[in-house]
């Protein structure tokens, strides 16, 4: 069965720093998809990215940047120069081709402080 | 452009009342899913259906009934309410299995 896990509940650094969130992932599929989420204060759900298992390219959208690694079944996300408004709740999930259903991991708790 | 729409957003409900949360979509996504979300626990998967008249289990189906009659609506019944469903429950849609979800607000449900 499917399964992500992000280690890390919370996780707070000072504005400007970099900081890494974690996700691994578990499938027997080949084909699959991974995807990221934000959920600010508000409380929102935002989608930010998805990734097929047949792409491996490392993706860069301004600040954000996300580096997926078949061999360590990771699908990690750095913010490079974090701002206040980067704090948020952040999720990884994951959809395999042959299911039907996309499973999320915990999430990771993000404070930026300043 | 509505996307996602749920509603009520909030609602309060005795041990043992009934109640049914709406979902309707306006983007003829042909899956759609509830979750719910509890401190900790990320996002859980109640139920799901990839198109009219599907429906089937997620990983946390017990206490909820769905169904599915037409592509837009995608209705959550709590049939007798406990304080362990106080949460706050998503409905989400997506064009196919490769597509990112689009979520509703949110509703906030309180047991007591």
């Known amino acids: 069965a499917q399964k992500v896990t992000q280690a890390q509940t919370e996780i707070s650094v000072v504005e400007k720093e970099d900081v890494t969130l974690d996700c691994v992932y578990e499938t027997r599929d080949t084909t699959y998809y991974l995807f990221w989420y934000k959920q600010p204060p508000s409380g929102e759900l935002v989608f930010l990215i998805r990734r097929n298992s047949f792409d491996e390219q490392n993706e860069i959208s301004g600040r954000y940047s996300w580096n997926f690694q078949k061999s360590t079944s990771s699908f990690n996300f750095t913010i490079t120069a974090s701002q206040v408004v980067d704090s948020a709740v952040y999720f990884c999930a994951l959809s395999e081709y042959r299911d039907d259903k996309i499973i999320f991991g915990k999430g990771t708790r993000l404070h930026i402080l300043p | 452009n509505a996307g996602v729409t749920q509603t009520p957003k909030f609602q309060v409900l005795k041990t043992g009342q009934s109640m049914t949360l709406q979902c309707a979509q306006d983007?003829?996504?042909?899956?759609m899913s509830w979750y719910r979300q509890d401190p900790g626990m990320g996002l859980r998967l109640i139920h799901y259906s990839v198109g009219a008249g599907i429906t089937d289990q997620g990983e946390v189906p017990n206490g909820y009934n769905v169904s599915r009659s037409t592509t837009e609506d995608f209705p959550l019944r709590l049939l007798s309410a406990a304080p362990s469903q106080t949460s706050v429950y998503f409905c989400?849609?997506?064009?196919?299995?490769?597509?990112?979800?689009?979520f509703g607000d949110g509703t906030r449900l309180s047991i007591l």
């Open positions: 989400a849609s997506r064009q196919g299995s490769n597509q990112p979800q689009h």
């Open positions: 983007m003829n996504h042909e899956y």
